[in-house]
């Protein structure tokens, strides 16, 4: 199983984390990417490690450019995104697993953050798993399940989607379902449409996310 590694940003305190970002990045990208979102957030959580793994697998023809799983171009069909996304489940699994050891971390202690591809892995593994997490954002994604969703002893951690309402790569109406089948299954779920903007980050998702990450802090108080 292939090992993550990426950039990363240690607490702007200057002392041992107390929480952990971790950034996926979308398909053909890299961490360079997301960790680019952690100057927005810092400020906020000063004792925060920011994490951006590469993906495992590079794109083929593309040397510099990684994915969670190969898309499907011609139909980007649901069976080819679920086995994509149970195939590369573990190795964040994995990740996150040594990471949490290492520090002294956990679940409740982590916030899953990812764009388009990484918002996928980040909405499909991070609801997936025994113990909540602190939080979990996607920007410009959707949600393909995993096999145990629904299950009743699965927490719900909370939930932010934001999606551009010009998106041309991942539909809007695809935010839009995912936010209404995660709100319809229990999960106290913030959605944002970005007007006017494609498949990207915007300023006004940027402080939409802000404001999700300053409600869930105030609730671990």
Do not use: C
């Amino acid at each position: 199983m292939p090992k993550l590694s990426g950039p990363m940003l240690p607490p702007l305190s200057g002392g041992a984390p107390k929480q952990a970002v971790i950034l996926l990045h979308g398909y053909g990208s890299d961490g360079n990417d997301l960790i680019g979102l952690a100057p927005h957030w810092r400020d906020m959580l000063p004792d925060a490690v920011f994490i951006a793994p590469n993906a495992p697998e590079r794109v083929p023809g593309h040397p510099s450019g990684f994915q969670w799983f190969a898309p499907d171009f011609e139909a980007d069909s649901i069976a080819m995104r679920q086995q994509g996304l149970h195939a590369a489940a573990p190795v964040l699994g994995e990740f996150l697993t040594d990471f949490w050891a290492q520090t002294g971390l956990g679940a409740e202690d982590t916030i899953l953050a990812g764009f388009s591809q990484g918002a996928m892995m980040a909405l499909h593994f991070g609801l997936s798993l025994p113990e909540p997490l602190m939080g979990v954002l996607g920007f410009s994604g959707l949600f393909q399940p995993a096999d145990n969703f629904g299950a009743a002893h699965l927490p719900k951690p909370p939930v932010a989607i934001i999606h551009g309402d010009m998106d041309a790569v991942v539909a809007f109406s695809l935010g839009e379902a995912a936010a209404a089948t995660l709100t319809e299954a229990g999960y106290d779920v913030d959605f944002h449409s970005s007007v006017g903007v494609g498949h990207g980050i915007a300023p006004d998702g940027l402080a939409f996310a802000a404001a999700f990450i300053t409600k869930i802090l105030a609730k671990q108080v």
